[in-house]
């Protein structure tokens, strides 16, 4: 099956800084690659996504960035405000409609 | 559309008691999830329902655990007896091909 894995546990940066978490995934027919933002005692709410036949996406500070070949995929976010302080989670899928198989999350720190 | 509805949010009872958590997924969404989460052991897949139709239940931890569609716009997760180690938070979440899961508020199940 799936297995993805995500990197770093814990990103701690200052406010203004850019932040960048990276996922690797092991099926080469995952097709579809949600982002998911979960704020304390929130639920994950997605962010972003991104298909196999794009190699970019963005959406204001927001990035993805997918790289079939190697098999990963990484979440840019620009200019860090202390709102985007949360828990981050990766996905890959084989489409919207298929069970994701998840990271184990990153949790970004914002310092004002 | 009011995105994905679960009742109760909140829950206390007794240990051995029956418990039942309600979901009515995205009108048009065709995929339905309910997972688990916690602490120690992060957001777990309980079940997942394609069309209605129960696909993978392997998630799901034991007898004690069950969960119905009965049509595509509701669905329940029961557990019967409760026990405290089921504490946890209990997201459902809905799905189609063009957009990947989006999550229910959650329920907040306190065994005692």
């Known amino acids: 099956g799936e297995n993805v894995e995500q990197h770093p546990s814990t990103l701690s940066v200052q406010e203004g800084d850019s932040a960048v978490i990276k996922c690797t995934y092991s099926d080469s027919a995952s097709n579809y690659f949600p982002w998911y933002k979960q704020e304390l005692g929130k639920r994950p709410q997605l962010i972003i996504d991104?298909?196999?036949?794009?190699g970019e996406k963005k959406d204001q500070r927001i990035a993805v960035t997918l790289n079939k070949t190697a098999k990963h995929f990484s979440l840019h976010i620009t200019e860090t405000q202390p709102e985007d302080s949360a828990v981050y989670f990766c996905a890959a899928s084989k489409g919207g409609s298929y069970i994701p198989t998840f990271g184990r999350g990153t949790s970004l720190i914002v310092h004002p | 559309d009011a995105g994905v509805i679960q009742s109760p949010r909140h829950e206390v009872t007794e240990m051995g008691q029956e418990v039942t958590l309600r979901c009515k997924p995205i009108s048009g969404h065709n995929s339905l999830f309910w997972y688990r989460q916690t602490m120690m052991r992060g957001l777990e897949l309980l079940i997942y329902?394609?069309?209605?139709?129960?696909?993978?239940d392997s998630g799901m931890p034991e007898d004690r655990f069950s969960a119905k569609m009965p049509n595509a716009s509701f669905s329940t997760l029961k557990i019967q007896p409760s026990e405290p180690r089921d504490s946890a938070v209990y997201f459902c979440a809905s799905s189609s091909e063009v957009r990947g899961l989006l999550f229910g508020p959650g329920t907040r199940l306190t065994v005692t």
């Open positions: 991104i298909r196999s036949n794009v």
């Open positions: 329902f394609n069309n209605n139709v129960p696909i993978d």
